[in-house]
């Protein structure tokens, strides 16, 4: 469900569902909030061989950017939040499915680029 420039019912709707356990899109990132874990996935805009770690640190820390935002319009997630370890990925999606590349867990930087 996508909740970017959505009316404020839908957005409502949206964030009782990632509280819930379902997958939203907010700014061209997902959320999804799965064994005490909300991950926040951002994607390349390179090919995944091309795909420099440049790109996978500024996606994430506009990630974070976006995040702050959603927990600015929903105070009932970022209360939520408090009892959950926060990982950022950065994936190259192919059609039907993706590849992880980098990730970012309490601020320690994993790259599998």
């Not at 019912?9 to 819930?20: D, M, T, V, Y």
């Not at 996935?41 to 959603?70: G, H, R, W, Y």
Request: hydrophobic share 35%; charged share 20%.
């Amino acid at each position: 469900m996508n909740i970017t420039n959505t009316t404020s019912q839908r957005f409502k709707l949206g964030i009782e569902r990632l509280l819930a356990g379902h997958i939203i899109q907010y700014r061209g990132c997902i959320f999804h909030i799965v064994d005490k874990q909300l991950k926040i996935c951002c994607f390349s805009s390179f090919q995944l061989s091309q795909t420099p770690e440049s790109e996978a640190k500024s996606k994430i820390k506009n990630a974070k950017v976006i995040l702050d935002d959603l927990f600015s319009k929903a105070p009932e997630l970022q209360i939520a939040q408090t009892n959950l370890l926060v990982e950022y990925c950065f994936c190259q999606e192919y059609g039907k499915g993706g590849v992880l590349i980098a990730k970012e867990v309490n601020g320690d930087f994993e790259w599998y680029g």
